[in-house]
């Protein structure tokens, strides 16, 4: 008895799962959890949400940084919550799946012969013709791409199967879509990497990362060069990374120059162009000693400068502009004054000591990310696509029975009833004109 008992409990909660409705709420549940954590900042400090939710004494009910963190609300789509709705929404699209929609495209395909139209509760339309010939009027419905099964005195048709399907295709693109997501999320990771032009880097700066990723140690990066791109006001149009990547022993394995928008991939680790910075000067005083300065970064109205000051004697110094990479650097005296303005490896004299600019120190930003359930989240939306062509394909019948000297002809669909009419008009046309041969 008790056993079922179990089994009667695990029958209900699965057809209660399998249930539309369910399915709907939890469709609903999962967009407006979604919206939440589009409202709310994910994923940042503890500060930032104390800053911008603050506590207010003397409100009884608000909505403040505690709420947020102790219901995770900060990281929604990595609690065990909401992971927990995604799973049980998975198993309602696959219960749904086997128990209605798999039983329903099959009991699509079986041969519905009716022997009066009152077997039918719902027909389009309805005719009877002159009876003169069966064989014609298969030939008719042929003609308008039905498969045609013939039983007696009596003929059934059906076309646009595919668009039974469409349902299937759709529970199998989310549960895809999902799965990859859940994936993705506990065996990917995120890093970014700020890495000055020509260094070698590891990745190392992680600021998300699944519980079961792992990081390819054996992985080794180096920036070979590094470019900007500007317009003619010099403001920057893009900026490119020359990168190799290379194994344990040193050896190049792989080399893309990236852009934004036109990452590196290898081995399902992407490396994606970012951000950009400018840090130092190296300059050579004098014949052989060669120092490094920072430089400052200074906006003025929408244009970047970047500044440093070099001391020359006690009571002076001269200051270094740089406006863009490819552009010539001014050098300014103590009081503003321009003194000149000089290239690379160009030489200068300032007080009787001679100055050479050799590099300006710049430094690339990388996003670096690994998903592993990419393929799949990309496999779902295919089938997604796939769904929503055939979803417009109409499962049309048609019911054809002998009755004494005619022909009774009935016909339904569940969609496009009008091209319905045109075809079932068609077929009568085409069965009139091969009986009048």
Partial sequence: MKFLNTKNMVWNT????????????????????????SIIEQDQPLIYYQMNYPIYDQWIFHFN??????FGLDHIYATWWFLFILVLFCFSLMICTFSRQLPSLKNARNWKFLQRINDKQKVTDFTSLYNKSLINLIYSLNYKNYYVFHKNKSLYGYKGILGRIAPIFVHISIILTLLGSLIGLFGGFVSQEMIPN???FHIKNLIKS???????????????NFLIEYNSDNSVKQFFSEISLLNYNGNSIFKKKISVNSPLVFRGITFY??????????????????????????QIDNNFFWICNLPIDLNDQVSFIIVGLNQKILVYDSIGKII????????????????????????TGLQIKMDPGIIIVYTGF???MISTIISYLSYSQIWVNIKYCNIELSGSTNRAILTFEEDFIAIQNKYIEYTSL
């Fill in 65 to 70: 940084w505690q709420i947020i963190t102790y």
């Fill in 198 to 200: 020509g260094e070698t």
């Fill in 382 to 384: 295919l089938f997604l």
């Fill in 273 to 298: 162009q970012t951000d950009w910075k400018i840090d130092s000067l190296r300059l050579r005083i004098g014949n052989s000693k060669i120092i490094q300065r920072k430089l400052d970064k200074v």
């Fill in 210 to 224: 699944g519980l079961q990723s792992t990081l390819p140690i054996n992985l080794i990066g180096r920036i070979d």
């Fill in 14 to 37: 699965t057809k209660k799962l399998g249930n539309l409705n369910f399915s709907i709420l939890m469709l609903l549940l999962i967009a407006c959890l979604s919206i939440l954590g």
């Fill in 340 to 363: 000149n303005s000089i290239n690379f490896n160009e030489k200068i004299d300032i007080n009787n000591t001679s100055l050479v600019i050799l590099e300006i120190m710049a430094s």
